[in-house]
């Protein structure tokens, strides 16, 4: 499984939630087949609240994405979505933070994509929330975040997208370990 935050965040909602449910391809304009799944969340909801937004930075988003071989049911997809969001709103009341999922499976090759947009307010406060600080790819040490493979019923391997990330990830981890020392 590849966790990527897309270095993006900036304008109005229109632009993130219309690029993960159009049925459309914004490059070739050939039609999706099969069609982007709205998985949870809704769009218009989603939409509203970046716009809303006074932040220069209004949205997270991202996609987990799975290599054919370990394609997920829905219900581990669905495990998938609350292990990654308990993850990522640590601490924060569902009903404090608005994402919404998309499935795409248009890949061609049968292969499962779940995409999400966030926008970056904690909803009872309305301040800032970034869930993505390191913008990138990700690596969790599936023996560490067992969660996921605990949820699922299976293993998951989160590949990185490079060193650099990956170094960003040790570093910051140790740091949290060494203030809680």
């Given at each position: 499984m590849?966790?990527?935050?897309?270095?993006?965040?900036?304008?109005?909602?229109?632009?993130p939630?219309?690029?993960?449910?159009?049925?459309?391809?914004?490059?070739?304009?050939?039609?999706?087949?099969?069609a982007?799944e709205i998985?949870?969340?809704?769009?218009e909801?989603?939409?509203?609240?970046?716009?809303?937004?006074?932040?220069?930075?209004?949205?997270?988003?991202?996609?987990?994405s799975?290599?054919?071989e370990?394609?997920?049911?829905?219900?581990?997809?669905?495990?998938?979505?609350?292990?990654f969001e308990?993850y990522?709103?640590a601490g924060?009341?569902?009903?404090?933070?608005?994402?919404?999922?998309v499935?795409?499976t248009?890949?061609?090759s049968?292969?499962?994509?779940?995409h999400f947009?966030?926008?970056?307010v904690?909803?009872?406060t309305?301040?800032s929330?970034?869930?993505?600080?390191?913008v990138g790819?990700?690596t969790?040490?599936?023996g560490?975040?067992?969660?996921?493979?605990k949820?699922t019923?299976q293993?998951?391997?989160?590949y990185?997208a490079?060193e650099f990330?990956?170094?960003?990830?040790?570093l910051s981890?140790?740091?949290?370990?060494?203030?809680?020392d």
């Amino acid at each position: 499984m590849l966790v990527k935050f897309f270095p993006r965040g900036v304008g109005k909602g229109r632009g993130p939630v219309e690029y993960i449910t159009r049925k459309d391809d914004p490059n070739t304009k050939a039609l999706r087949e099969p069609a982007p799944e709205i998985v949870r969340g809704n769009p218009e909801i989603t939409k509203q609240l970046i716009d809303g937004l006074d932040f220069k930075y209004k949205y997270n988003s991202g996609v987990l994405s799975f290599a054919i071989e370990d394609a997920p049911t829905e219900q581990q997809q669905q495990a998938l979505i609350d292990s990654f969001e308990e993850y990522a709103f640590a601490g924060i009341e569902r009903e404090n933070y608005n994402t919404l999922w998309v499935r795409h499976t248009h890949t061609g090759s049968d292969r499962v994509e779940l995409h999400f947009v966030t926008p970056k307010v904690e909803l009872e406060t309305g301040k800032s929330l970034n869930i993505a600080p390191l913008v990138g790819t990700v690596t969790l040490n599936p023996g560490r975040h067992t969660g996921i493979s605990k949820r699922t019923g299976q293993d998951q391997t989160i590949y990185p997208a490079n060193e650099f990330t990956n170094q960003a990830i040790k570093l910051s981890s140790m740091q949290r370990n060494n203030e809680q020392d």
